[in-house]
């Protein structure tokens, strides 16, 4: 039987610490190399950071105003403008929040009635099913399968019901690499029109996408107006400790989630909302490179994973490419996890804290492709090890 944590209110038991926390801390205590936790170990872009340094020195400490700066919201507008043709009002449409977590809790919060359902696709960011929770909503789970993670449509129209809120979308999708095509956003989209659903997306990896295109939902026909499109600048500009996310909706729906997001935090990191937006109005050339620099390191990761002798999921966006044990002669990705630093020095996350289906998730393993190309060769060097050490 599972202990019950002390203190801690029942919609909030069995969540304890997230994974990233305690693999990180296992990296540290081991020193080994960390492809568990997805943050670069490179820095963002010189002007970027040049631009919070001045802030700070520039005397940009007090509380900025409770939606986000004005040059921060009219970069978001332009960015939308400039990427997807999506036109909004920087001053009713857009919000900026404590990175993308804030904007996905906040409008979770302000969302959902105790008891509706919230449709999402498993495996699903860890907060998903925190900030689900933590608004007294139920989560209705529906499954990507395999190597390419497609969804079975039929699952997705029966996971709607009555209770319905909303659905959660992720892409590209943490942990799978999954970017979802257009086909499927059409499909999620007819049915969100047709039974009346707002949609979340979590557009963090928007940039980072080797294979396809991503689309953003709120450009599909009927969608703009019930989407709350989420996303953060710590992927984009390399800068994961800022926190500074933004949500892109309507009036109505910004003044929703903004409702909750202002007693969470009111504000966080000014300084830095200037330097995101010094990063937001950097030409395209900035962007392309973000990828190209990544698919290099993905393509390494993974190839160095199949000489190993993993079973290697093509990931075609995000910091993440997922694992089959199989092939090694394991089930276990949380056993292999916590035994990994020991056997070859490398700390990687057990996919199956992302799924409620557990028996699917619990042989995959994801290894993070966002280190210095070094780092990944020497990485993968140690895991060939474990084929003659066993
Ligand atoms: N969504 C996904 C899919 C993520 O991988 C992450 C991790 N960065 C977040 C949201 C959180 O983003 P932020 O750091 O901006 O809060
Ligand atoms: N998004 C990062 C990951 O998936 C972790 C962020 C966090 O630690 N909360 O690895």
């Given at each position: 039987m599972v202990e019950r944590a002390p203190y801690l209110t029942t919609r909030l038991?069995?969540?304890?610490?997230?994974i990233f926390a305690e693999m990180s801390a296992l990296a540290v205590r081991t020193g080994a190399i960390n492809l568990?936790?997805?943050?670069?170990d490179t820095d963002g872009p010189p002007e970027v950071l040049q631009a919070a340094v001045d802030a700070i020195g520039g005397g940009r400490n007090q509380y900025p105003p409770g939606i986000g700066i004005p040059e921060l919201r009219h970069a978001v507008s332009a960015h939308q403008e400039r990427f997807y043709d999506l036109s909004y009002d920087?001053?009713?449409?857009v919000l900026i929040t404590a990175g993308a977590t804030e904007a996905i809790a906040s409008a979770l919060l302000s969302l959902c009635e105790v008891g509706d359902e919230v449709v999402c696709f498993e495996p699903y960011y860890d907060s998903y099913a925190a900030g689900i929770a933590m608004a007294g909503a139920v989560r209705r789970p529906v499954l990507l399968r395999g190597p390419d993670s497609s969804y079975v449509p039929e699952e997705l129209e029966a996971a709607i019901g009555p209770r319905t809120r909303l659905i959660l979308l992720n892409s590209?999708?943490?942990?799978?690499?999954k970017v979802y095509s257009r086909t499927e956003l059409e499909h999620v989209a007819e049915l969100a029109i047709r039974h009346d659903l707002l949609v979340v997306t979590d557009e963090v990896y928007e940039h980072i996408v080797y294979e396809g295109e991503h689309v953003p939902l709120a450009t599909l026909p009927g969608m703009r107006d019930r989407t709350v499109t989420i996303s953060s600048g710590g992927k984009t500009f390399s800068t994961t400790g800022w926190k500074i996310g933004w949500v892109c909706a309507t009036p109505e729906l910004v003044t929703a989630v903004r409702t909750s997001k202002q007693f969470l935090t009111y504000v966080s990191g000014g300084p830095f909302q200037y330097a995101i937006a010094e990063g937001l109005n950097l030409g395209d050339d900035y962007f392309r490179s973000l990828a190209d620099g990544l698919r290099e390191r993905r393509d390494r990761l993974s190839a160095g994973l199949a000489d190993a002798g993993f079973d290697v999921w093509n990931s075609a966006g995000t910091y993440f490419v997922t694992t089959h044990l199989a092939p090694m002669g394991e089930l276990d990705g949380v056993a292999f996890c916590w035994s990994l630093p020991e056997r070859c020095g490398v700390v990687a996350v057990p996919s199956v804290v992302f799924y409620d289906s557990k028996d699917v998730g619990r042989p995959l393993v994801r290894f993070a492709c966002c280190k210095r190309p070094e780092v990944i060769a020497e990485a993968a060097e140690r895991l060939a090890t474990l084929r003659s050490n066993g």
């Open positions: 038991q069995g969540f304890g610490a997230t568990g936790q997805g943050f670069p920087p001053d009713s449409e590209p999708h943490n942990p799978t690499g």
